[in-house]
Nanobody, 123 residues
Framework: QVQLVESGGGLVQAGGSLRLSCAASGTISSWRTMGWYRQAPGNQRELVATISRRTETTFESNYADSVKGRFTISRDTGKLAVGLQMNSLTPEDAAVYYC?????????????WGQGTQVNVSS
């Protein structure tokens, strides 16, 4: 069983910063992508940022247009974990942020989700 544990959400004023963290544990065959998605009330869940493993040493980051230049996703080289540094936050960034891991197993591709962490931005 794979578990994703998120942390770092909270309340911040507009223009402020927060850092989210997500750590994976359990039996993971061959992870391909880890990243962050968010869902605001009444909206669909949307991609925020992901990091994909192309080779053992090559990784590629991908960002939603709305967060480019403000958010940075990073990978912990010591363990299977990712962080999301969020700067210049606006009220439009308020949402529940979910960590997702995509694993290529012998039985096919499996997606795992964290429980979500709330980010609130006051104007």
């Amino acid at each position: 069983q794979v578990q994703l544990v998120e942390s770092g959400g909270g309340l911040v004023q507009a223009g402020g910063s927060l850092r989210l963290s997500c750590a994976a544990s359990g039996t993971i065959s061959s992870w391909r992508t880890m990243g962050w998605y968010r869902q605001a009330p009444g909206n669909q869940r949307e991609l925020v940022a992901t990091i994909s493993r192309r080779t053992e040493t090559t990784f590629e980051s991908n960002y939603a247009d709305s967060v480019k230049g403000r958010f940075t996703i990073s990978r912990d080289t010591g363990k299977l974990a990712v962080g999301l540094q969020m700067n210049s936050l606006t009220p439009e960034d308020a949402a529940v942020y979910y960590c997702k891991l995509t694993d290529f197993t012998n039985y096919g591709v499996r997606d795992y989700w964290g429980q979500g962490t709330q980010v609130n931005v006051s104007s």
